[in-house]
């Protein structure tokens, strides 16, 4: 069985949403409260599967949890005075899909000596290797074995500093690398890391815990490690990715969404593609209204990067606002190399839409000699029809439902509970921007 929302689409979305914290932080800033001796308190906390994910491995390692999403402000406040082992089995349970534990061995391996992963999965849109995770522990002095339930890792003194540099900039790896170095003992030197503002605000937890981290403008971090951290007290910086996605559900639905908590400077390169294709909007100190202002869509070149470069996070959403624009719109996917099988269903909605193996973006990307169609051509504009949809991923399954939203007739997508790891409330929010949607359960279609 899996969920299912029926969209009866062709409705302009209008009205209120508000973000929390971003999804991409959160985890990590609940990781890292494993790295003090005192209680942290992190605000803004979103109501998504990842935070009940990670709340849970934190508490099956002892760590006392008090508060939620559903409480003042979002608040919770992680004990981790009693930190001890959890069960191998446990783990394996509760983590499920998720690929959260690995952020967890750095810190457990710096208050047990010891840490355990199990199988991972993640959203199937490339290949997320948790080689460079293993590869940066073994750097810092610990001991990683292979068992058939999953992998082992132990430090047999404590972990120390090391010179890293990343063959790409990835977002975990880097976390992996600052929740691993605060605790070890002397400096570590990361180049080519990640520097997304998810990033920033890490640092900005562990610096309050008792870090010392510098960032250089050349993608290099230095951590000097310190005997102990305490606790911290931060608000999560608000979720970008949700806040594109309405505006992008807004645009394409040719609807106006103020968007409360958004926040400019997060969001710098997304507005200016926005604006690019023909959508509107306005900024004040509370959140972004974003409208679409009327007359035709314009087509576009897009290429995603790292940042400060346009977030991959972005593309799906908009491209189904492209596929109402006038014209040819490239797309270039340089971040994941599987991230275009979400066009298949747009395809059958009625979108034109062709995927490429080349590299169709300014410059050949890491993906260009391997057989990966990371590229497409979206020819516009064309009438979307309602259509059976399988959710493929979280950010894929949103622009399935923004497509949806968007097309003539009903539409039922399947497979919506993986939508709930990275959007709060995301059905009820829907229906109070005047969607017309009911979710239920129904057995798992055979979609072509």
Known sequence: MSSVLTVSGGVPLRGTVAVRGAKNFVSKAMVAALLGETTSRLRNVPDIRDVGVVRGLLELHGVQVCGGPDGADGELLMDPVNVERANVADIDAHAGASRIPVLLCGPLVH???AAF??????CRIGDRPINYHLDVLRQFGAVVEKLPSGIAISA???????????????????????????????VTELRNAAIEPEIGDLIAVLQ??????????????RVEGVDSL????????????EAASWASAALATQGDVYVAGARQPDMTTFLNTFRKIGGAFDIDDDGIRFFHPGGPLRSIPLETDVHPGFMTDWQQPLVVALTQAQGLSIVHETVYENRMGFTDALVRMG????TYRECLGSTPCRFGAQDFKH????SGPTPLHGADIEVPDLRGGFSHLIAALAAEGTSRVHGIDLIDRGYEHFADKLAGLGAQVSRDTAPVPAVA
């Open 351 to 354: 979108a034109t839409i062709q």
């Open 230 to 241: 305490t606790g911290y007290d931060h608000r999560a910086l608000p979720d970008r990715i």
């Open 156 to 186: 047999p003194r404590r972990l120390r500093g090391t010179r890293l540099e990343l063959p790409y900039p990835s977002v975990g790896t880097t976390e992996q690398v600052l929740l691993t170095a605060v605790r070890a003992e002397g």
């Open 208 to 221: 309050k815990m008792g870090a010392i981290i510098s960032v250089d403008t050349d993608r290099v971090i």
């Open 117 to 122: 992963i199990p199988d991972l999965g993640g």
């Open 111 to 113: 208050r047990l000596g």
């Open 375 to 378: 590229s497409a051509v979206i």
